[in-house]
């Protein structure tokens, strides 16, 4: 059975345990790295945005897990990852916007494993909002300007569930995170996003960085 990481990323440090493997022996504390692409999006009123106003971004940061028994591991990440949306203007004037969201985010949740290869995962996450802009091309030309944050709820939050597949030291999954935020903190921003919260599909490459029995 893959061994899977150990050592819990919080904001600041990396604690570390042991974990159960198949054998019901102990690894020693490893440390692991992840990467991937987001496919984000918003929500309003609990109904997704057409998929054709889609940001595509990039997740990336690092993870550990605490695991209380073969089947069942407890992961948390610290994560650098990009959201947003786009909205297209069709008519006299065509304009693509493009708004971009950055965040500092800490997943944590419950990793069941399903035999030796899949696991499926379940469970929260909190963000933090470093950077907003917002970027313009059409008929108008292209531009692209920072937004103040203060338009935008500083702390994000919701919900998160997943699946992967192990391969030897690495992991390959998906994940869909549904936000319980909602983004606008200003009256100019709730005139345009309304109610609207994060919504982001993932991908990702999870590879652990070695440790020992």
Same mark, same amino acid.
């Given at each position: 059975?893959?061994?899977?990481?150990?050592?819990?990323?919080?904001?600041?440090?990396?604690?570390?345990?042991?974990?159960?493997?198949?054998?019901?022996?102990?690894?020693?504390?490893?440390? !692991?790295?992840? &990467? +991937?692409?987001?496919? #984000?999006?918003?929500?309003?009123?609990?109904? $997704?945005? %057409? /998929?054709?106003?889609?940001?595509?971004?990039?997740?990336?940061?690092?993870?550990?897990?605490?695991?209380?028994?073969?089947?069942?591991?407890?992961?948390?990440?610290?994560?650098?990852?990009?959201?947003?949306?786009?909205?297209?203007?069709?008519?006299?004037?065509?304009?693509?916007?493009?708004?971009?969201?950055?965040?500092?985010?800490?997943?944590?949740?419950?990793?069941?494993?399903?035999?030796?290869?899949?696991?499926?995962?379940? !469970?929260?996450? &909190? +963000?933090?909002?470093? #950077?907003?802009?917002?970027?313009?091309?059409? $008929?108008? %030309? /292209?531009?692209?300007?920072?937004?103040?944050?203060?338009?935008?709820?500083?702390?994000?939050?919701?919900?998160?569930?997943?699946?992967?597949?192990?391969?030897?030291?690495?992991?390959?999954?998906?994940?869909?995170?549904?936000?319980?935020?909602?983004?606008?903190?200003?009256?100019?921003?709730?005139?345009?996003?309304?109610?609207?919260?994060?919504?982001?599909?993932?991908?990702?490459?999870?590879?652990?960085?070695?440790?020992?029995?």
């Amino acid at each position: 059975m893959f061994k899977f990481i150990s050592r819990t990323a919080l904001f600041v440090f990396i604690t570390s345990t042991p974990f159960a493997t198949t054998s019901a022996q102990s690894s020693g504390n490893t440390a !692991g790295i992840k &990467a +991937g692409l987001n496919w #984000s999006n918003l929500h309003v009123d609990g109904e $997704d945005v %057409g /998929s054709e106003n889609a940001r595509i971004g990039f997740n990336a940061g690092i993870f550990g897990r605490l695991s209380p028994t073969e089947q069942l591991g407890i992961q948390a990440e610290l994560l650098y990852t990009t959201k947003g949306t786009k909205v297209t203007y069709d008519g006299l004037i065509d304009q693509e916007v493009t708004f971009n969201l950055a965040y500092l985010e800490l997943p944590v949740f419950a990793a069941i494993r399903l035999g030796d290869v899949i696991e499926l995962h379940g !469970g929260v996450y &909190a +963000g933090y909002l470093l #950077s907003s802009s917002v970027s313009s091309d059409g $008929d108008l %030309g /292209s531009s692209s300007d920072d937004l103040d944050r203060d338009n935008f709820q500083g702390a994000d939050y919701g919900v998160l569930g997943g699946v992967a597949v192990n391969f030897g030291p690495a992991q390959i999954g998906a994940r869909y995170n549904y936000g319980l935020t909602n983004l606008a903190n200003s009256d100019a921003a709730k005139a345009f996003l309304g109610d609207a919260r994060n919504a982001c599909a993932q991908i990702y490459l999870a590879i652990g960085l070695g440790g020992k029995d």
